[in-house]
Protein backbone atom coordinates (compact mmCIF):
# COMPACT_ATOMS: atom_id res chain seq x y z
CA UNK A 1 0.00 0.00 0.00
CA UNK A 2 1.19 3.51 -1.06
CA UNK A 3 2.56 5.06 1.85
CA UNK A 4 1.26 8.93 1.54
CA UNK A 5 -2.07 6.85 0.39
CA UNK A 6 -2.91 5.21 3.71
CA UNK A 7 -1.55 8.41 5.56
CA UNK A 8 -4.08 10.71 4.34
CA UNK A 9 -6.74 8.21 4.57
CA UNK A 10 -5.45 7.91 7.95
CA UNK A 11 -5.47 11.66 8.66
CA UNK A 12 -7.78 13.82 6.42
CA UNK A 13 -11.84 13.30 7.35
CA UNK A 14 -14.80 15.27 6.03
CA UNK A 15 -17.25 16.19 8.79
CA UNK A 16 -20.19 13.09 7.94
CA UNK A 17 -22.29 15.96 6.47
CA UNK A 18 -20.39 17.11 4.12
CA UNK A 19 -19.33 13.65 2.75
CA UNK A 20 -22.99 12.84 2.98
CA UNK A 21 -23.72 16.15 0.26
CA UNK A 22 -20.47 15.12 -1.84
CA UNK A 23 -21.48 11.49 -2.06
CA UNK A 24 -25.12 12.37 -3.09
CA UNK A 25 -25.55 15.89 -4.45
CA UNK A 26 -21.94 15.19 -6.30
CA UNK A 27 -20.49 18.63 -4.97
CA UNK A 28 -19.74 20.93 -1.75
CA UNK A 29 -19.19 24.39 -1.42
CA UNK A 30 -17.33 25.44 2.07
CA UNK A 31 -14.47 27.36 3.62
CA UNK A 32 -11.47 27.15 1.97
CA UNK A 33 -7.73 27.09 2.58
CA UNK A 34 -7.40 30.98 2.53
CA UNK A 35 -8.39 32.85 5.64
CA UNK A 36 -10.80 36.09 5.08
CA UNK A 37 -8.40 38.69 5.47
CA UNK A 38 -5.98 37.24 2.78
CA UNK A 39 -8.00 37.24 0.11
CA UNK A 40 -7.18 40.79 -1.00
CA UNK A 41 -3.92 39.97 -0.87
CA UNK A 42 -4.10 36.41 -2.88
CA UNK A 43 -6.38 38.50 -5.45
CA UNK A 44 -3.61 40.96 -6.07
CA UNK A 45 -1.13 37.44 -6.12
CA UNK A 46 -3.54 36.36 -8.64
CA UNK A 47 -3.51 39.69 -11.43
CA UNK A 48 0.09 39.75 -11.28
CA UNK A 49 0.36 36.01 -12.50
CA UNK A 50 -2.08 36.31 -14.52
CA UNK A 51 0.00 39.26 -16.57
CA UNK A 52 3.07 37.43 -16.20
CA UNK A 53 2.19 34.17 -17.37
CA UNK A 54 4.14 32.84 -21.07
CA UNK A 55 1.56 33.77 -23.68
CA UNK A 56 1.90 29.93 -24.65
CA UNK A 57 0.37 29.03 -21.49
CA UNK A 58 -2.82 31.57 -22.10
CA UNK A 59 -6.00 29.79 -23.84
CA UNK A 60 -8.48 32.49 -24.62
CA UNK A 61 -12.31 31.35 -24.95
CA UNK A 62 -14.97 32.90 -25.91
CA UNK A 63 -16.04 33.38 -22.14
CA UNK A 64 -13.51 32.97 -20.36
CA UNK A 65 -9.54 33.44 -20.09
CA UNK A 66 -7.17 30.09 -19.14
CA UNK A 67 -3.89 30.37 -17.36
CA UNK A 68 -1.28 27.11 -17.17
CA UNK A 69 0.30 26.10 -14.33
CA UNK A 70 -0.61 27.65 -11.02
CA UNK A 71 1.60 24.63 -9.17
CA UNK A 72 4.77 26.80 -10.62
CA UNK A 73 3.17 31.10 -10.05
CA UNK A 74 4.24 31.84 -6.34
CA UNK A 75 3.88 30.52 -2.65
CA UNK A 76 0.92 31.94 -2.57
CA UNK A 77 -1.13 29.13 -4.60
CA UNK A 78 1.37 26.58 -2.77
CA UNK A 79 -1.33 25.82 0.17
CA UNK A 80 -4.10 25.08 -2.32
CA UNK A 81 -3.57 21.50 -3.10
CA UNK A 82 -2.57 20.53 -0.30
CA UNK A 83 -6.09 21.19 1.62
CA UNK A 84 -7.37 18.82 3.75
CA UNK A 85 -10.81 18.86 3.07
CA UNK A 86 -9.91 18.11 -0.37
CA UNK A 87 -7.48 15.32 -0.19
CA UNK A 88 -9.96 13.74 2.57
CA UNK A 89 -12.41 14.23 -0.86
CA UNK A 90 -10.30 12.60 -3.40
CA UNK A 91 -9.31 9.40 -0.89
CA UNK A 92 -13.26 8.80 -0.69
CA UNK A 93 -14.17 9.08 -4.29
CA UNK A 94 -10.93 8.02 -6.02
CA UNK A 95 -10.24 5.30 -3.42
CA UNK A 96 -6.84 4.86 -4.59
CA UNK A 97 -3.33 6.34 -4.72
CA UNK A 98 -3.93 9.70 -6.84
CA UNK A 99 -2.13 12.74 -8.05
CA UNK A 100 -2.77 16.12 -9.20
CA UNK A 101 -3.68 16.37 -12.94
CA UNK A 102 -3.86 20.27 -13.58
CA UNK A 103 -4.30 23.43 -11.57
CA UNK A 104 -4.48 26.54 -13.61
CA UNK A 105 -6.94 29.84 -13.05
CA UNK A 106 -9.80 30.87 -14.83
CA UNK A 107 -11.68 33.94 -15.35
CA UNK A 108 -15.13 34.52 -16.57
CA UNK A 109 -14.92 37.77 -18.76
CA UNK A 110 -17.40 40.11 -17.99
CA UNK A 111 -20.71 40.40 -20.17
CA UNK A 112 -19.97 36.36 -20.98
CA UNK A 113 -22.52 34.08 -21.65
CA UNK A 114 -22.93 30.75 -19.51
CA UNK A 115 -20.64 28.10 -20.51
CA UNK A 116 -22.43 24.53 -21.99
CA UNK A 117 -23.09 22.01 -18.88
CA UNK A 118 -20.23 18.83 -19.35
CA UNK A 119 -18.57 16.66 -17.56
CA UNK A 120 -15.18 16.78 -16.85
CA UNK A 121 -14.98 13.20 -16.85
CA UNK A 122 -16.63 10.16 -17.55
CA UNK A 123 -15.87 6.37 -18.61
CA UNK A 124 -17.84 3.30 -18.04
CA UNK A 125 -15.52 1.37 -15.68
CA UNK A 126 -16.48 4.69 -13.71
CA UNK A 127 -12.74 6.30 -13.60
CA UNK A 128 -13.09 8.98 -10.80
CA UNK A 129 -11.88 12.59 -10.77
CA UNK A 130 -12.31 15.15 -8.09
CA UNK A 131 -12.36 19.17 -9.31
CA UNK A 132 -12.08 21.74 -7.12
CA UNK A 133 -12.68 25.71 -7.69
CA UNK A 134 -11.25 28.30 -5.38
CA UNK A 135 -13.16 31.35 -5.61
CA UNK A 136 -11.28 34.44 -5.95
CA UNK A 137 -14.25 36.63 -6.30
CA UNK A 138 -17.26 36.20 -4.16
CA UNK A 139 -19.37 34.07 -7.01
CA UNK A 140 -23.03 35.78 -7.22
CA UNK A 141 -25.99 34.93 -9.23
CA UNK A 142 -25.44 37.43 -11.40
CA UNK A 143 -21.22 37.12 -12.21
CA UNK A 144 -21.05 33.41 -13.64
CA UNK A 145 -21.22 31.54 -11.10
CA UNK A 146 -20.57 27.57 -11.59
CA UNK A 147 -24.03 25.68 -11.98
CA UNK A 148 -24.66 21.82 -11.13
CA UNK A 149 -26.96 19.49 -12.10
CA UNK A 150 -27.84 17.36 -8.32
CA UNK A 151 -27.10 14.16 -8.41
CA UNK A 152 -26.24 13.93 -12.28
CA UNK A 153 -22.51 12.17 -11.34
CA UNK A 154 -24.84 8.92 -11.70
CA UNK A 155 -26.21 9.60 -14.87
CA UNK A 156 -25.19 7.26 -17.61
CA UNK A 157 -25.88 10.00 -20.09
CA UNK A 158 -23.76 13.58 -21.01
CA UNK A 159 -25.90 17.08 -21.54
CA UNK A 160 -25.26 16.98 -24.90
CA UNK A 161 -27.10 13.29 -25.04
CA UNK A 162 -30.23 14.70 -23.86
CA UNK A 163 -30.14 18.50 -24.46
CA UNK A 164 -30.35 20.68 -27.68
CA UNK A 165 -28.31 23.61 -26.14
CA UNK A 166 -26.36 22.37 -23.37
CA UNK A 167 -25.61 26.18 -22.53
CA UNK A 168 -29.61 26.67 -21.62
CA UNK A 169 -30.92 25.97 -18.04
CA UNK A 170 -31.24 22.48 -16.76
CA UNK A 171 -34.53 21.51 -14.34
CA UNK A 172 -32.91 21.11 -10.54
CA UNK A 173 -29.59 23.41 -11.64
CA UNK A 174 -28.17 24.94 -8.85
CA UNK A 175 -25.67 27.71 -8.07
CA UNK A 176 -22.60 27.14 -6.06
CA UNK A 177 -22.30 30.87 -4.86
CA UNK A 178 -19.89 31.45 -2.49
CA UNK A 179 -17.93 34.28 -0.97
CA UNK A 180 -14.22 34.81 -2.26
CA UNK A 181 -12.31 32.25 -0.74
CA UNK A 182 -14.37 29.43 -0.45
CA UNK A 183 -13.43 26.41 -1.91
CA UNK A 184 -15.92 24.17 -4.26
CA UNK A 185 -14.87 20.59 -4.44
CA UNK A 186 -16.87 18.20 -7.22
CA UNK A 187 -17.21 15.15 -8.38
CA UNK A 188 -15.83 15.02 -12.08
CA UNK A 189 -18.40 13.30 -13.22
CA UNK A 190 -20.64 15.78 -12.30
CA UNK A 191 -22.88 18.12 -15.03
CA UNK A 192 -21.85 21.96 -14.64
CA UNK A 193 -20.45 24.70 -15.91
CA UNK A 194 -20.21 28.73 -15.45
CA UNK A 195 -23.28 30.87 -15.67
CA UNK A 196 -23.81 34.09 -17.74
CA UNK A 197 -21.59 37.09 -16.35
CA UNK A 198 -23.76 39.82 -17.03
CA UNK A 199 -21.72 42.35 -14.37
CA UNK A 200 -18.97 44.39 -15.75
CA UNK A 201 -16.65 42.36 -13.66
CA UNK A 202 -14.44 39.38 -13.82
CA UNK A 203 -15.19 36.45 -11.91
CA UNK A 204 -11.97 34.89 -11.35
CA UNK A 205 -10.81 31.37 -9.72
CA UNK A 206 -8.26 28.92 -9.55
CA UNK A 207 -9.50 25.22 -10.21
CA UNK A 208 -8.01 22.11 -10.40
CA UNK A 209 -8.26 17.95 -10.37
CA UNK A 210 -7.05 15.45 -9.03
CA UNK A 211 -6.91 11.70 -11.00
CA UNK A 212 -5.62 8.53 -10.48
CA UNK A 213 -2.14 7.96 -9.56
CA UNK A 214 -1.70 5.64 -12.81
CA UNK A 215 -3.83 7.95 -15.06
CA UNK A 216 -1.87 10.03 -17.72
CA UNK A 217 -2.24 13.98 -15.88
CA UNK A 218 -3.38 16.68 -18.20
CA UNK A 219 0.14 18.71 -17.24
CA UNK A 220 3.27 16.84 -17.03
CA UNK A 221 4.57 18.26 -13.12
CA UNK A 222 8.21 16.98 -13.88
CA UNK A 223 8.78 18.75 -16.66
CA UNK A 224 7.28 22.02 -15.65
CA UNK A 225 8.16 21.96 -12.22
CA UNK A 226 10.44 25.64 -11.24
CA UNK A 227 13.30 25.13 -8.74
CA UNK A 228 11.86 27.92 -6.56
CA UNK A 229 8.86 25.99 -6.58
CA UNK A 230 10.77 22.65 -5.45
CA UNK A 231 12.89 24.72 -2.85
CA UNK A 232 9.57 25.57 -0.68
CA UNK A 233 7.16 22.73 -1.35
CA UNK A 234 7.26 19.98 1.44
CA UNK A 235 7.30 16.39 0.75
CA UNK A 236 3.02 15.82 0.77
CA UNK A 237 3.23 18.22 -2.19
CA UNK A 238 6.16 16.82 -4.17
CA UNK A 239 4.11 13.33 -3.96
CA UNK A 240 0.74 15.29 -5.18
CA UNK A 241 2.66 16.21 -8.51
CA UNK A 242 4.21 12.71 -8.65
CA UNK A 243 7.72 13.97 -8.81
CA UNK A 244 10.23 11.41 -9.59
CA UNK A 245 13.21 12.20 -6.62
CA UNK A 246 15.72 11.71 -9.02
CA UNK A 247 14.48 14.07 -11.79
CA UNK A 248 13.52 17.01 -8.68
CA UNK A 249 17.23 16.68 -8.12
CA UNK A 250 18.27 16.95 -11.76
CA UNK A 251 16.44 19.88 -12.55
CA UNK A 252 17.35 21.67 -9.22
CA UNK A 253 20.99 21.25 -10.23
CA UNK A 254 20.86 22.17 -14.08
CA UNK A 255 19.12 25.64 -13.21
O1 LIG B 1 -15.42 28.32 -14.17
C1 LIG B 1 -16.38 27.61 -13.84
O2 LIG B 1 -17.27 27.99 -13.09
C2 LIG B 1 -16.47 26.22 -14.40
C3 LIG B 1 -15.44 25.96 -15.44
C4 LIG B 1 -15.50 24.58 -15.97
O3 LIG B 1 -16.27 23.77 -15.60
C5 LIG B 1 -14.57 24.18 -17.02
O4 LIG B 1 -13.91 25.04 -17.59
O5 LIG B 1 -14.51 22.98 -17.34
Known sequence: MDKWFSEMVADYKLPEALAEELRDVGFVVMTGPLIWKEVSDFAAAYDLAVRAAHPDDVSIGRTSIRVNDFVNRGPEFDCLYVYGPLLATCCSIIRQPFKLST???????????????????????????????????????????????????FWPN?????????????????????????IIIYNGSIWHGHTANVTARPR????????????????????????????????????????????????????
Not at 130 to 152: E, K
Not at 229 to 240: C, D
Request: charge should be negative; hydrophobic fraction near 40%.
Open 204 to 255: RSIQGAYIRRNAQAAVNQATRILPDTLSRIGSLAKYLLDLPAEKCVDLTASR
Open 103 to 153: MHARTVLPYSSAQALHVDFREKDGWPMVGFIIMVDDFLADNGATRFVPGSH
Open 158 to 182: DPTDVMQDPTTDYEGQVLACGRAGS
